[in-house]
Every structure is written in C-alpha cells, then in structure tokens.
C-alpha cells in the first residue's frame, strides 16, 4: 500500500528566509509524486510533480523538490519565502492505474514578518 | 476557462438528514475524483470516475455514500442519513485522463458540510 508522511505539521519562517518542506513516501511500486499547495479558504493549486526523468522538479511560484529514491523523499524547497506563502501544503502520490491521489497530513507554512 | 466549480459551498444541516454536493468538472475531463478533508483524517481519497463508471468506490466511508455522474460530466455525491463525523469539507477534482501519468487534478473549491 501506498503511503506518505509530512514530517512536519507546521513550519514556521521569517520573510526572504529559506524554507524546507519534508515528505516521505512509501510505495511498493514506481510512483507520481506531487506538492498541492492550499492558501486560506481555496481550493488545491499543484505546485509541481514528478514523472520520471530530472530528479529536480521546478514548479510555480519559486518552489523546486528533489526526488530522491534510496531515500524515498520528494522534499519541497524554496531559496527565499514571502509573506504572500503562507498557505498548507500537501504531498501526494498517485496510483498509476487510477490517479487517485494519497496525501500527506499537511504542512502549515507560516511566514512571519 | 471555467475551472472546477462545486455547489453549495456551504451546506448546514441536521444529523439523519440526506444532503446532496454537486461538482462540475472542466469541460472535456474524463477522470472526476471526490475527496474529503477534515481535521482528523486529512484528505483521503472517496472515489473515481472515469466516464460515467466508477471503477474505484474504496475510499466510501460507508453505505451512505453514494455517487453518481452522468453524461460524462456533472457528478453528484449523496450522503443518506448523515452523521456528526460527516462534517468536511468535499472537495471535487477532474483529470484530462485517468493514470497518474501526466495529469495534473484540478481541484474545486470544495462544499463545507456541517451536520449538526
């Protein structure tokens, strides 16, 4: 069974530091991972994901994660925060027959002023 | 274009009560997806649809749950005789195509349920 772990409920950040968002996943078989950010009252945006191929995966707003296998992690970067990322962000792999989508617990980024 | 939309967004409504939670997919997405998030279980997976079939229900909580779509297009989650622990947020996301390939899930902005 597929399965993934935010290991971090909530990150806390001071504006135009660097960030890290940690996710480890675990699946018997090759996987699609994904990083959805949630801003306050919306719906989920993807953020980026990886297929196959390049092991670091740019997405949108600054975001990048590396896939990386041995360690079965797709952690979430990004070099310079702003106050406008403050939002929950969830990890995600896919089942390759359906898509269907197992998320993580959610990472509340909080940055600070 | 149009993204996601699901109606109502915001649904109160008293415990034995059956509630209906409609989502409309962007035009042209064969893969339609429910989930549920709340604050003791997260997101989880309810089910898919791929056309008008579902060929994965294994994330239905129960019996009450049952979902439908139709015409390829809008999808209808019911909820029979709903209960305290059904109160969430249902969110609705449709796919191009199913596979977990290179289709990204667009995601609606989800029905808040509160059952009282």
């Known amino acids: 069974a597929q399965s993934v772990t935010q290991l971090d409920s909530q990150v806390p950040v001071f504006e135009e530091a660097p960030v890290e968002l940690r996710c480890n996943y675990s699946s018997s078989v090759s996987v699609y991972l994904f990083w959805y950010v949630q801003y306050p009252n919306q719906g989920l945006q993807l953020l980026l994901k990886y297929l196959s191929g390049s092991t670091l995966v740019k997405g949108i707003n600054g975001f990048e994660a590396e896939f990386n296998k041995s360690q079965t992690s797709f952690h979430l970067r990004k070099p310079s925060v702003h106050i406008s990322d403050t939002a929950e962000y969830f990890c995600?792999?896919?089942?390759?027959?359906?898509?269907?989508?197992?998320f993580g617990q959610g990472t509340t980024l909080q940055v600070k002023p | 274009g149009a993204g996601v939309s699901q109606s109502p967004s915001n649904k109160v409504t008293e415990k034995g009560k059956d509630v209906e939670l409609r989502c409309d997919p962007i035009?042209?997405?064969?893969?339609l997806y429910w989930y549920r998030q709340s604050l003791g279980q997260g997101l989880e997976f309810l089910i898919y649809f791929q056309g008008n079939s579902a060929p994965d229900k294994s994330g239905l909580p129960s019996d009450r749950f049952s979902a439908e779509r139709t015409g390829g297009s809008v999808s209808t989650l019911t909820i029979q005789r709903t209960q305290q622990e059904d109160s969430a947020v249902y969110l609705c996301?449709?796919?191009?195509?199913?596979?977990?390939?290179?289709?990204?899930?667009?995601f609606g902005p989800g029905t808040r349920l509160t059952v009282l």
């Open positions: 995600a792999v896919s089942s390759s027959n359906t898509g269907k989508l197992i």
């Open positions: 035009s042209g997405h064969t893969a």
């Open positions: 996301a449709s796919s191009f195509r199913p596979g977990g390939s290179t289709d990204t899930q667009y």
